[in-house]
C-alpha cells in the first residue's frame, strides 16, 4: 500500500483529478472484506431531472429529438453561461482531453445529478387530503428515492420506528433501471448493479431508524435474497436479523422446466430494543389458512389489559382527544357510557356525570392526567361488541380499573382462534383460546395466509380503488399490514417509512392499522413518477418527453400511488365513484367508507444553495420545517410579515428582534414541540434558545440545514 500511496502522490501531481479518482478507488478496493459479501460498486448512480430548470454550472445532458426513440447523447456537459433572451445555453464537454463547446436550446437539455453531488432539497404541495381532523399527516412524495432519503435526515433522523421496503426483485425484466437504463438478464453486473443500488440506499436509511428502538422490514424472492441477507448483516452488524417466508400464490407462478415459484421472502431487521412483542406474537396473521398448528396444552382465557396508557409520553396534552370521561354505575361497576374528549382548557371537574355514574378518568395513581388507549368512537364500537370492561370495582371508593382487549385478541375471536363461550352481567364477553390453536409465544417463520394471496389482496385491490388502472405485482394490503403489526402494534404514534412505495400500500396499511386501535400512526411513501417501459417508446413516438405533463401524468407517482392513497382514505374512485367491496379479515367494513386519515402529496425539488441561504427559497423549505416537527396541524408556508408566526407543533421566527412575542406565543401553546430561528449570528440564536420554554427544540435556519446536507456526500460505497 505504501507503494500505491507514493504513486498517487505522483499522479495527483500531474493530473489532481485523476490522482483523486485513482485514490478514492484504491480506498473501495482496500475497505473489501477477506470473507463476506464483494461485489463492484460502480460509478455512482446518475438521475435525470427533467422538472428542474437548468442553471448555470449544472451537469446537463442533450436530449434526442422530440419523436425520437433512440436513446441521445449520454455524455455529460457543464453550464457555462445562459443566454435568457435566447432561451438557450453554452455548454463544455466534461471529462474530455480537449475542450469542446457547444450553445444548445435550454428546452433541449435536462440537468444530471450524479449521487455524490451535494444537494440541497425542497418540497412543492401537489394536493392533499384530510378527513382525520388533528391527526398527523401521511406524506407521498414524488422524488428520485436517494434524493428523498437524503432530505429525510434533516426532518427524521432517528425518529423512524419502521421501515418497510419491497425494492425491485432484479429479474432481469425490466422492473429497474440503473443510471437511466434498464437492467437486462443479461448484464453480467446485473447483481453487483442491485446490491450497490441498494446499500446505498440503506446506508442513508440507517440514519433515518431509532437506534435504541425500530424496524426493517424488506420483502424480496429468491432472485437476490441470498445476497440481501449478507449484505443486511454487513451494513446493520448491530441488528437481529431473521426471516420469514410467506406464500403469496398458493397456485404458483409457472416456470417451464423449475418449481413453480408460490412464495417471498421477508427480512426483519431488529435494533435495540425492538423485539416482536408478547402480546402481538401470540397474534397470527391474518386470515390463516394453517390446518396443522401444534394443539394448545391449556385452555387460555382471554387476556384483557389496562386501557389507560402507562408510557411517560401520553399525557393528557398530547393527545386531547383520547382524554375523556367514560361514566361507570355506582352500584354494579358496569360502564354506563362514553363521553366525548374534552380540550386541554377544559377543567375534567366541570364535565356532569349521569344520575347514578361517576366519572372515571384515566388518571395515574399520582392523579397524573394521561390519556386512554382508544379514541372515543373506537371504546364505544368496542363496547358494544363486549370488548370492554371495569374489573375490581370498589363501590365505596369509587375505584377500579378499566380493562379491554386489543386489537390482535378480537381478531382471533372474529377467525375462531378464540372461542366465546358467554358474557358477564355487563355484557363483556367470556371465553378462552380455542382447542388447538398454538399459544406458544414466538410466532412461526412460515406463513401461508389466505389474506396474503398476491392476486385478491393487491391486483384486485388495486382494480377496487382505481378502476382500470394496472400495476405489476402489487403486494397483498393484508401481508404488508400482518407483518407492520408485529412490530408497530404496540406503538400508536409509530413513523413508518417506506421508500419504494409503489402503489402505495404501506401507507394503506397503516391506515388500517389505525383505525383498528384509534393509532395515529404516520407513513411517509416515497417514489418517482417513472413511466412504465412498455408505454415510453409510445409517449416519445407522440414527440413527448419526461418533463412534459401528458407525459408525466402517466407516471407511477402520479396514476398510482397518489390516487390510490387518495381513494383509500375518501373511499371513492377517481371518477367519484364509491368503491365496490368490503375489508376482509382482521375487520371486516365496506371499502366506501374510508378512514378518518390525513395525507399530503409533495414533489421533490432541488434547491441553489445561495437561495437557501439568504432566504429566498423558503416556499420550497417549509414542507421540511413541517414535517420535522411532526407534519400536524397548520405549516407556516410563507415569511411572516411580523417577523414570527407560530403553528400546532412549530414556530419560526425570522426577524429576531421580534423574540418577546414569539416567545410569549410558544409559552402558550400546549403541544409545540420545535421553535426554528432564522439568523446568523449565533449569539442572537443562543439569547432566544436561552428563553425558550422546556421541551421546545430550538433550530437554526438555515445553518442547521446547510450543514446537514454538507455532510460526506462522496461515501465509500459511490
Same mark, same amino acid.
Given at each position: 500500500?505504501?507503494?500505491?500511496?507514493?504513486?498517487?502522490?505522483?499522479?495527483?501531481?500531474?493530473?489532481?483529478?485523476?490522482?483523486?479518482?485513482?485514490?478514492?478507488?484504491?480506498?473501495?478496493?482496500?475497505?473489501?472484506?477477506?470473507?463476506?459479501?464483494?461485489?463492484?460498486?460502480?460509478?455512482?448512480?446518475? !438521475?435525470?431531472?427533467?422538472?428542474?430548470?437548468?442553471?448555470?454550472?449544472?451537469? !446537463?445532458?442533450?436530449? =434526442?429529438?422530440?419523436?425520437?426513440?433512440?436513446?441521445?447523447?449520454?455524455?455529460?456537459?457543464?453550464?457555462?453561461?445562459?443566454?435568457?433572451?435566447?432561451?438557450? /445555453?453554452?455548454?463544455?464537454?466534461?471529462?474530455?482531453?480537449?475542450?469542446?463547446?457547444?450553445?444548445?436550446?435550454?428546452?433541449?437539455?435536462?440537468?444530471?445529478?450524479?449521487?455524490? @453531488?451535494?444537494?440541497?432539497?425542497?418540497?412543492?404541495?401537489?394536493?392533499?387530503?384530510?378527513?382525520?381532523?388533528?391527526?398527523?399527516?401521511?406524506?407521498?412524495?414524488?422524488?428520485? +428515492?436517494?434524493?428523498?432519503?437524503?432530505?429525510?435526515? &434533516?426532518?427524521?433522523?432517528?425518529?423512524? @420506528?419502521?421501515?418497510? $421496503?419491497?425494492?425491485?426483485?432484479?429479474?432481469?425484466?425490466?422492473?429497474?433501471?440503473?443510471? +437511466?437504463?434498464?437492467?437486462?438478464?443479461?448484464?453480467?453486473?446485473?447483481?453487483?448493479?442491485?446490491?450497490?443500488?441498494? *446499500?446505498?440506499?440503506?446506508?442513508?436509511?440507517?440514519?433515518?431508524?431509532?437506534?435504541?428502538?425500530?424496524?426493517?422490514?424488506?420483502?424480496?424472492?429468491?432472485?437476490?435474497?441470498?445476497?440481501?441477507?449478507?449484505?443486511?448483516?454487513?451494513?446493520?452488524?448491530?441488528?437481529?436479523?431473521?426471516?420469514?417466508?410467506?406464500?403469496?400464490?398458493?397456485?404458483?407462478?409457472?416456470?417451464?422446466?423449475?418449481?413453480?415459484?408460490?412464495?417471498?421472502?421477508?427480512?426483519?431487521?431488529?435494533?435495540?430494543?425492538?423485539?416482536?412483542?408478547?402480546?402481538?406474537? +401470540?397474534?397470527?396473521?391474518?386470515?390463516?389458512?394453517?390446518?396443522?398448528?401444534?394443539?394448545?396444552?391449556?385452555?387460555?382465557? $382471554?387476556?384483557?389489559?389496562?386501557?389507560?396508557?402507562? *408510557?411517560?409520553?401520553?399525557?393528557?396534552?398530547?393527545?386531547?382527544?383520547?382524554?375523556?370521561?367514560?361514566?361507570?354505575?355506582?352500584?354494579?361497576?358496569?360502564?354506563?357510557?362514553?363521553?366525548?374528549?374534552?380540550?386541554?382548557?377544559?377543567?375534567?371537574?366541570?364535565?356532569?356525570?349521569?344520575?347514578?355514574?361517576?366519572?372515571?378518568?384515566?388518571?395515574?395513581?399520582?392523579?397524573?392526567? #394521561?390519556?386512554?388507549?382508544?379514541?372515543?368512537?373506537?371504546?364505544?364500537?368496542?363496547?358494544?361488541?363486549?370488548?370492554?370492561?371495569?374489573?375490581?370495582?370498589?363501590?365505596?371508593?369509587?375505584?377500579?380499573?378499566?380493562? &379491554?382487549?386489543?386489537?390482535?385478541?378480537?381478531?382471533?375471536?372474529?377467525?375462531?382462534?378464540?372461542?366465546?363461550?358467554?358474557?358477564?352481567?355487563?355484557?363483556?364477553?367470556?371465553?378462552?383460546?380455542?382447542?388447538?390453536?398454538?399459544?406458544?409465544?414466538?410466532?412461526?417463520?412460515?406463513?401461508? #395466509?389466505?389474506?396474503?394471496?398476491?392476486?385478491?389482496?393487491?391486483?384486485?385491490?388495486?382494480?377496487?380503488?382505481?378502476?382500470?388502472?394496472?400495476?405489476?405485482?402489487?403486494?397483498?394490503? &393484508? /401481508?404488508? *399490514?400482518?407483518?407492520?403489526?408485529?412490530?408497530?402494534?404496540?406503538?400508536?404514534?409509530?413513523?413508518?417509512?417506506?421508500?419504494?412505495?409503489?402503489?402505495?400500500?404501506?401507507?394503506?396499511?397503516? #391506515?388500517?392499522?389505525?383505525?383498528?386501535?384509534?393509532?395515529?400512526?404516520?407513513?411517509?411513501?416515497?417514489?418517482?413518477?417513472?413511466?412504465?417501459?412498455?408505454?415510453?417508446?409510445?409517449?416519445?413516438?407522440?414527440?413527448?418527453? =419526461?418533463?412534459?405533463? @401528458?407525459?408525466?401524468?402517466?407516471?407511477?407517482?402520479?396514476?398510482?400511488?397518489?390516487?390510490?392513497?387518495?381513494?383509500?382514505?375518501?373511499?371513492?374512485?377517481?371518477?367519484?365513484? =364509491?368503491?365496490?367491496?368490503?375489508?376482509?379479515?382482521?375487520?371486516?367494513?365496506?371499502?366506501?367508507?374510508?378512514?378518518?386519515?390525513?395525507?399530503?402529496?409533495?414533489?421533490?425539488? &432541488?434547491?441553489?444553495?445561495?437561495?437557501?441561504?439568504?432566504?429566498?427559497?423558503?416556499?420550497?423549505?417549509?414542507?421540511?420545517?413541517?414535517?420535522?416537527?411532526?407534519?400536524?396541524?397548520?405549516?407556516?408556508?410563507?415569511?411572516?410579515?411580523?417577523?414570527?408566526?407560530?403553528?400546532?407543533?412549530?414556530?419560526?421566527?425570522?426577524?429576531?428582534?421580534?423574540?418577546?412575542?414569539?416567545?410569549? /406565543?410558544?409559552?402558550?401553546?400546549?403541544?409545540?414541540?420545535?421553535?426554528?430561528?432564522?439568523?446568523? @449570528?449565533?449569539?442572537?440564536?443562543?439569547?432566544?434558545?436561552?428563553?425558550?420554554?422546556?421541551?421546545?427544540?430550538?433550530?437554526?435556519?438555515?445553518?442547521?440545514?446547510?450543514?446537514?446536507?454538507?455532510? +460526506?456526500?462522496?461515501?465509500?460505497?459511490?
Amino acid at each position: 500500500m505504501s507503494r500505491l500511496t507514493d504513486l498517487i502522490a505522483k499522479a495527483k501531481a500531474k493530473d489532481p483529478q485523476l490522482g483523486a479518482d485513482l485514490d478514492r478507488e484504491i480506498k473501495i478496493l482496500s475497505s473489501r472484506l477477506p470473507f463476506g459479501l464483494n461485489f463492484e460498486r460502480h460509478s455512482p448512480e446518475v !438521475v435525470e431531472l427533467p422538472l428542474r430548470p437548468v442553471r448555470k454550472g449544472d451537469k !446537463v445532458r442533450i436530449l =434526442p429529438e422530440r419523436g425520437s426513440t433512440k436513446k441521445g447523447d449520454q455524455r455529460l456537459w457543464q453550464v457555462k453561461a445562459i443566454h435568457k433572451a435566447k432561451k438557450a /445555453a453554452d455548454l463544455e464537454l466534461l471529462g474530455a482531453a480537449d475542450i469542446e463547446t457547444q450553445t444548445v436550446a435550454l428546452s433541449d437539455l435536462v440537468v444530471i445529478a450524479e449521487f455524490r @453531488d451535494t444537494i440541497w432539497p425542497g418540497l412543492v404541495s401537489t394536493g392533499k387530503v384530510q378527513r382525520g381532523g388533528d391527526k398527523p399527516f401521511h406524506s407521498v412524495i414524488n422524488g428520485e +428515492n436517494y434524493h428523498v432519503l437524503k432530505a429525510l435526515t &434533516y426532518t427524521h433522523r432517528g425518529k423512524v @420506528d419502521a421501515i418497510y $421496503i419491497d425494492p425491485p426483485y432484479n429479474t432481469g425484466a425490466k422492473d429497474w433501471k440503473y443510471n +437511466n437504463d434498464y437492467v437486462e438478464g443479461d448484464d453480467i453486473y446485473r447483481h453487483s448493479k442491485w446490491l450497490a443500488m441498494i *446499500e446505498r440506499r440503506l446506508l442513508v436509511a440507517k440514519e433515518l431508524l431509532n437506534p435504541a428502538n425500530s424496524v426493517l422490514i424488506v420483502a424480496i424472492d429468491e432472485k437476490e435474497f441470498l445476497r440481501l441477507g449478507l449484505l443486511l448483516e454487513q451494513i446493520f452488524p448491530e441488528g437481529n436479523v431473521s426471516m420469514v417466508t410467506s406464500v403469496i400464490s398458493a397456485k404458483g407462478a409457472v416456470r417451464p422446466g423449475r418449481f413453480s415459484r408460490v412464495e417471498e421472502h421477508i427480512y426483519f431487521v431488529f435494533f435495540g430494543t425492538a423485539t416482536v412483542e408478547w402480546w402481538s406474537s +401470540n397474534m397470527l396473521p391474518s386470515g390463516s389458512n394453517e390446518d396443522t398448528r401444534e394443539a394448545a396444552q391449556e385452555l387460555a382465557p $382471554i387476556e384483557w389489559l389496562l386501557l389507560r396508557r402507562r *408510557e411517560p409520553t401520553s399525557v393528557r396534552a398530547a393527545r386531547p382527544n383520547q382524554f375523556y370521561p367514560i361514566f361507570v354505575n355506582l352500584i354494579n361497576g358496569h360502564i354506563h357510557s362514553v363521553g366525548d374528549a374534552i380540550t386541554t382548557d377544559v377543567d375534567r371537574y366541570s364535565v356532569p356525570s349521569p344520575d347514578g355514574t361517576v366519572a372515571m378518568w384515566p388518571l395515574k395513581p399520582d392523579g397524573t392526567e #394521561m390519556l386512554w388507549g382508544l379514541t372515543p368512537d373506537v371504546l364505544r364500537r368496542n363496547l358494544a361488541a363486549g370488548y370492554v370492561r371495569v374489573d375490581n370495582w370498589k363501590p365505596a371508593k369509587k375505584t377500579g380499573s378499566v380493562k &379491554y382487549l386489543q386489537t390482535g385478541v378480537i381478531a382471533k375471536i372474529k377467525s375462531g382462534d378464540i372461542t366465546v363461550t358467554g358474557r358477564t352481567d355487563d355484557g363483556s364477553v367470556i371465553g378462552h383460546v380455542s382447542v388447538g390453536v398454538h399459544t406458544g409465544t414466538s410466532p412461526k417463520r412460515v406463513w401461508n #395466509m389466505k389474506s396474503h394471496n398476491a392476486e385478491t389482496g393487491g391486483t384486485n385491490m388495486i382494480s377496487a380503488l382505481i378502476p382500470g388502472r394496472r400495476f405489476p405485482f402489487p403486494k397483498s394490503l &393484508y /401481508a404488508v *399490514e400482518d407483518a407492520l403489526r408485529f412490530v408497530v402494534a404496540h406503538k400508536p404514534e409509530a413513523v413508518v417509512l417506506d421508500f419504494f412505495s409503489g402503489s402505495g400500500t404501506t401507507a394503506h396499511a397503516v #391506515m388500517r392499522l389505525n383505525k383498528q386501535d384509534g393509532g395515529r400512526r404516520q407513513c411517509i411513501s416515497v417514489t418517482n413518477n417513472e413511466v412504465a417501459a412498455d408505454e415510453q417508446k409510445k409517449l416519445r413516438e407522440q414527440s413527448l418527453r =419526461p418533463g412534459d405533463y @401528458d407525459w408525466e401524468k402517466w407516471g407511477i407517482c402520479d396514476f398510482i400511488t397518489k390516487p390510490r392513497v387518495q381513494a383509500a382514505i375518501t373511499g371513492r374512485t377517481p371518477d367519484g365513484e =364509491p368503491i365496490k367491496g368490503n375489508y376482509r379479515f382482521t375487520d371486516d367494513f365496506p371499502i366506501s367508507e374510508g378512514f378518518e386519515e390525513n395525507a399530503e402529496f409533495f414533489t421533490l425539488t &432541488y434547491e441553489a444553495e445561495k437561495s437557501v441561504s439568504h432566504n429566498l427559497a423558503y416556499a420550497n423549505i417549509a414542507p421540511l420545517l413541517w414535517l420535522r416537527a411532526g407534519a400536524r396541524g397548520k405549516r407556516i408556508d410563507k415569511l411572516p410579515a411580523e417577523g414570527w408566526a407560530v403553528a400546532n407543533a412549530y414556530g419560526l421566527l425570522s426577524a429576531v428582534d421580534q423574540a418577546t412575542p414569539f416567545i410569549e /406565543a410558544i409559552s402558550q401553546a400546549s403541544d409545540l414541540r420545535v421553535a426554528f430561528i432564522v439568523t446568523d @449570528d449565533d449569539r442572537h440564536f443562543q439569547a432566544v434558545t436561552r428563553r425558550l420554554p422546556k421541551g421546545v427544540e430550538p433550530v437554526r435556519l438555515y445553518e442547521s440545514y446547510l450543514t446537514n446536507f454538507s455532510f +460526506n456526500n462522496g461515501e465509500l460505497t459511490e
